[in-house]
């Protein structure tokens, strides 16, 4: 059976659009389960009519498939925590000290000055309440040993909200964040929190217990602190203590993916399980054996590891291909991946928008039909050489699938990836299969020093290898434009060229060309907005000023101070700026027919006429209720580059002179556009 032809595949297209129609058309819960409840009405009325009148079977089709979109819609409803009254948000009063208790139930990677953890909140003002948040806990006053996955801490202190993107073409933190269903910030800090005596006892602080019991016993066995932490990225997905050197030479050489536990590690995990487990007898009982210890060892792999995306998709996948193994039935793969991409978007439908997903999905699928077709290019008598070509054609196919979305989200390509890849993946299968029984040995107390080594020189080759290809920079292409609209154009030309490549026929070719035709013209219909695009902006900076004039695909940047290098980057990547002039602040400025007047710490007040526009910047010593009743302007602005107390004194000030006033460090920067 083709794969599109797979009923499963018509409803996880349904479920898919569901769920994208919810996220950016909300519904509320009661109206999304009464959609899907007429729509499954329908369906069984429509099922009887049927069984009378065959030739209604295509009205079936299609309400099979609008049923499948209300279950998107109601299942990523049902998911959004705010949408319930006893959510967090909606316990926030006016005051902005809150009285908050939480429990710690998943580290995030640590930064200089604060350990980082997802916190379940159980209580604010001691009114009971539900929901997640982000608590940055101040290095100086707690250590690992003091907190940890389990604890449970009363914090009193203001409890921070979602926040809008702060500069144009950056990456939207807090949009991230409310996609995994959090919507707040706490910081922790010794002054404020009180930890309580007992931690909270589940899953997940057994795993963390383990984890870190095995991370101390290596620790302790003297083993490098890099090495310990790529070890522990390949073995439990833990990177949060990477040092930014190493994850900036895996970013670069293209080999990011194997620091974060997927499908790669896990099916080495179960080609060891297999390799274990066929010493056993060939009968019903072992068989049923077998299955319950690969399933066992795979989900519990998946909580050690913190059930991260990634890994909870290969461990769904490999498990349905180990039930169906056992069953003895012909497995599909691309239904089997399908499969599973359903049940993890049922249970946790936010993850459609996860990009870990989207590149291991994507990858997977291309490697399924590509690399086949690669692998019949090339065939030779010796093994050794058949393998390395495997791995060639396995990277090239997941590469070429991945690479619009990587552009898209990244804006780079490394050069060298195929090379990376070719070394990484045998030296990644050697060391899955020597880390995981020495992890498992830490944890239960025991580290074999000869293994040990042997660990330390694999990971420090590898380290030193990806650094060597990682140096390479002319061969890492950065801040590639690449919009929504080329994204689908380039997949159309990769699906319509791998059509192509099973049967090379006119027609086939003919839709190659064509598709190539439309990405050219969603590339040039995207430059020639650029070209149209009139812009001003103020962008939000806490050590300098900087403004932006854009005419086109050129502008010309006003500032004061050492701005901040890539902020720039992505506004001229994501906006097809081709051609950037530096200018010193100016005190005045103008859009059109729009007159701004620029205070910063030289005050000049000098001006024709009274300005529309009054930006703050630089730390102006101003008496701004004076020069707002004398000018009247319609808007004030404030960069980042001012005081907290003088942006309070301001806002209150335009409040009462009804003066609207917009903050870059609440609201965002300020745009003036066409």
């Given at each position: 059976?083709?794969?599109?032809?797979?009923?499963?595949?018509?409803?996880?297209?349904?479920?898919?659009?569901?769920?994208?129609?919810?996220?950016?058309?909300?519904?509320?819960?009661?109206?999304?389960?009464?959609?899907?409840?007429?729509?499954?009405?329908?369906?069984?009325?429509?099922?009887?009519?049927?069984?009378?009148?065959?030739?209604?079977?295509?009205?079936?089709?299609?309400?099979?498939?609008?049923?499948?979109?209300?279950?998107?819609?109601?299942?990523?409803?049902?998911?959004?925590?705010?949408?319930?009254?006893?959510?967090?948000?909606?316990?926030?009063?006016?005051?902005?000290?809150?009285?908050?208790?939480?429990?710690?139930?998943?580290?995030?990677?640590?930064?200089?000055?604060?350990?980082?953890?997802?916190?379940?909140?159980?209580?604010?003002?001691?009114?009971?309440?539900?929901?997640?948040?982000?608590?940055?806990?101040?290095?100086?006053?707690?250590?690992?040993?003091?907190?940890?996955?389990?604890?449970?801490?009363?914090?009193?202190?203001?409890?921070?909200?979602?926040?809008?993107?702060?500069?144009?073409?950056?990456?939207?933190?807090?949009?991230?964040?409310?996609?995994?269903?959090?919507?707040?910030?706490?910081?922790?800090?010794?002054?404020?929190?009180?930890?309580?005596?007992?931690?909270?006892?589940?899953?997940?602080?057994?795993?963390?217990?383990?984890?870190?019991?095995a991370m101390n016993e290596l620790q302790k066995s003297g083993i490098d602190t890099q090495v310990a932490q790529v070890l522990a990225a390949l073995t439990v997905g833990q990177q949060q203590e990477i040092s930014p050197e190493i994850m900036h030479d895996y970013q670069s050489a293209g080999v990011v993916h194997i620091l974060s536990v997927s499908g790669l590690h896990v099916g080495f995990i179960v080609l060891f399980l297999g390799f274990i487990l066929k010493f056993l007898p060939k009968n019903q009982k072992t068989r049923w054996l077998k299955l319950v210890v690969i399933l066992l060892s795979l989900w519990g792999f998946a909580l050690l590891?913190?059930?991260?995306?990634?890994?909870?998709?290969?461990?769904?996948?490999?498990?349905?291909?180990?039930?169906?193994?056992?069953?003895?039935?012909?497995?599909?793969?691309?239904?089997?991946?399908?499969?599973?991409?359903?049940?993890?978007?049922?249970?946790?439908?936010?993850?459609?928008?996860?990009?870990?997903?989207?590149?291991?999905?994507?990858?997977?699928?291309?490697?399924?039909?590509?690399?086949?077709?690669?692998?019949?290019?090339?065939?030779?008598?010796?093994?050794?050489?058949?393998?390395?070509?495997?791995?060639?054609?396995?990277?090239?196919?997941?590469?070429?699938?991945?690479?619009?979305?990587?552009?898209?989200?990244?804006?780079?390509?490394?050069?060298?990836?195929?090379?990376?890849?070719?070394?990484?993946?045998?030296?990644?299968?050697?060391?899955?299969?020597?880390?995981?029984?020495?992890?498992?040995?830490?944890?239960?107390?025991?580290?074999?020093?000869?293994?040990?080594?042997?660990?330390?020189?694999?990971?420090?080759?590898?380290?030193?290898?990806?650094?060597?290809?990682?140096?390479?920079?002319?061969?890492?292409?950065?801040?590639?434009?690449?919009?929504?609209?080329?994204?689908?154009?380039?997949?159309?030309?990769?699906?319509?060229?791998?059509?192509?490549?099973?049967?090379?026929?006119?027609?086939?070719?003919?839709?190659?060309?064509?598709?190539?035709?439309?990405?050219?013209?969603?590339?040039?219909?995207?430059?020639?907005?650029?070209?149209?695009?009139?812009?001003?902006?103020?962008?939000?900076?806490?050590?300098?000023?900087?403004?932006?004039?854009?005419?086109?695909?050129?502008?010309?940047?006003?500032?004061?101070?050492?701005?901040?290098?890539?902020?720039?980057?992505?506004?001229?990547?994501?906006?097809?700026?081709?051609?950037?002039?530096?200018?010193?602040?100016?005190?005045?400025?103008?859009?059109?027919?729009?007159?701004?007047?620029?205070?910063?710490?030289?005050?000049?007040?000098?001006?024709?006429?009274?300005?529309?526009?009054?930006?703050?910047?630089?730390?102006?010593?101003?008496?701004?209720?004076?020069?707002?009743?004398?000018?009247?302007?319609?808007?004030?602005?404030?960069?980042?580059?001012?005081?907290?107390?003088?942006?309070?004194?301001?806002?209150?000030?335009?409040?009462?002179?009804?003066?609207?006033?917009?903050?870059?460090?609440?609201?965002?920067?300020?745009?003036?556009?066409?």
């Amino acid at each position: 059976m083709n794969a599109i032809q797979f009923p499963l595949t018509r409803v996880a297209i349904g479920l898919t659009l569901g769920i994208l129609y919810a996220r950016f058309c909300p519904f509320l819960p009661l109206h999304s389960l009464a959609l899907l409840g007429a729509l499954l009405l329908l369906f069984v009325c429509l099922h009887l009519v049927v069984k009378k009148r065959p030739k209604l079977q295509y009205f079936l089709g299609l309400t099979v498939f609008f049923t499948s979109v209300g279950c998107g819609i109601a299942t990523y409803t049902l998911h959004r925590e705010n949408n319930y009254p006893n959510h967090f948000s909606h316990l926030i009063s006016p005051r902005p000290i809150h009285q908050v208790d939480v429990v710690l139930s998943e580290k995030l990677k640590t930064t200089a000055k604060n350990y980082r953890f997802v916190a379940q909140v159980k209580c604010i003002d001691q009114k009971s309440c539900f929901g997640k948040l982000i608590v940055l806990c101040k290095k100086t006053d707690f250590d690992n040993k003091t907190i940890s996955v389990g604890s449970r801490l009363s914090i009193i202190g203001q409890l921070y909200t979602a926040q809008p993107q702060m500069n144009p073409g950056s990456f939207d933190y807090w949009e991230y964040l409310q996609l995994k269903n959090i919507y707040g910030q706490m910081f922790a800090s010794g002054t404020n929190t009180v930890l309580l005596p007992q931690p909270e006892i589940d899953l997940f602080y057994w795993a963390n217990q383990i984890r870190q019991r095995a991370m101390n016993e290596l620790q302790k066995s003297g083993i490098d602190t890099q090495v310990a932490q790529v070890l522990a990225a390949l073995t439990v997905g833990q990177q949060q203590e990477i040092s930014p050197e190493i994850m900036h030479d895996y970013q670069s050489a293209g080999v990011v993916h194997i620091l974060s536990v997927s499908g790669l590690h896990v099916g080495f995990i179960v080609l060891f399980l297999g390799f274990i487990l066929k010493f056993l007898p060939k009968n019903q009982k072992t068989r049923w054996l077998k299955l319950v210890v690969i399933l066992l060892s795979l989900w519990g792999f998946a909580l050690l590891a913190g059930l991260s995306a990634s890994v909870v998709r290969s461990v769904t996948m490999y498990s349905f291909v180990a039930v169906a193994l056992h069953l003895k039935r012909r497995t599909n793969i691309f239904h089997t991946l399908l499969v599973s991409l359903l049940l993890i978007l049922l249970i946790a439908p936010t993850l459609l928008f996860d990009v870990g997903l989207q590149l291991s999905y994507v990858a997977l699928f291309f490697i399924l039909c590509l690399q086949p077709i690669f692998e019949q290019w090339f065939t030779s008598k010796n093994k050794i050489v058949r393998y390395f070509w495997q791995i060639t054609t396995v990277s090239l196919a997941a590469q070429i699938g991945t690479l619009p979305l990587s552009l898209y989200y990244f804006h780079q390509f490394p050069g060298l990836f195929l090379l990376a890849n070719l070394v990484v993946i045998p030296i990644i299968g050697l060391i899955m299969a020597v880390c995981v029984p020495i992890m498992i040995l830490a944890a239960l107390g025991w580290v074999p020093k000869a293994g040990l080594e042997l660990i330390s020189t694999l990971i420090q080759a590898l380290n030193a290898f990806i650094k060597t290809i990682a140096q390479a920079d002319e061969y890492v292409f950065r801040n590639i434009p690449f919009n929504f609209w080329m994204l689908w154009a380039a997949y159309l030309a990769i699906l319509c060229a791998v059509w192509a490549l099973k049967k090379p026929v006119y027609s086939r070719i003919r839709w190659v060309l064509a598709s190539i035709i439309i990405f050219q013209l969603a590339y040039g219909i995207s430059r020639q907005n650029a070209q149209n695009k009139r812009e001003w902006l103020v962008f939000h900076q806490k050590k300098a000023t900087m403004i932006v004039d854009r005419y086109g695909s050129k502008v010309l940047v006003y500032h004061r101070g050492e701005i901040a290098k890539s902020t720039l980057e992505n506004y001229q990547t994501s906006s097809f700026i081709q051609k950037i002039e530096y200018r010193k602040l100016e005190q005045q400025a103008r859009y059109k027919n729009c007159k701004i007047l620029i205070l910063d710490s030289l005050c000049n007040y000098h001006i024709k006429g009274k300005p529309d526009i009054l930006l703050l910047c630089a730390r102006p010593k101003v008496n701004l209720e004076r020069i707002l009743m004398s000018w009247r302007p319609l808007r004030v602005v404030a960069d980042g580059n001012n005081y907290p107390s003088s942006i309070k004194r301001w806002e209150e000030t335009c409040r009462q002179q009804k003066i609207p006033f917009h903050y870059t460090g609440k609201k965002g920067f300020y745009m003036l556009s066409d």
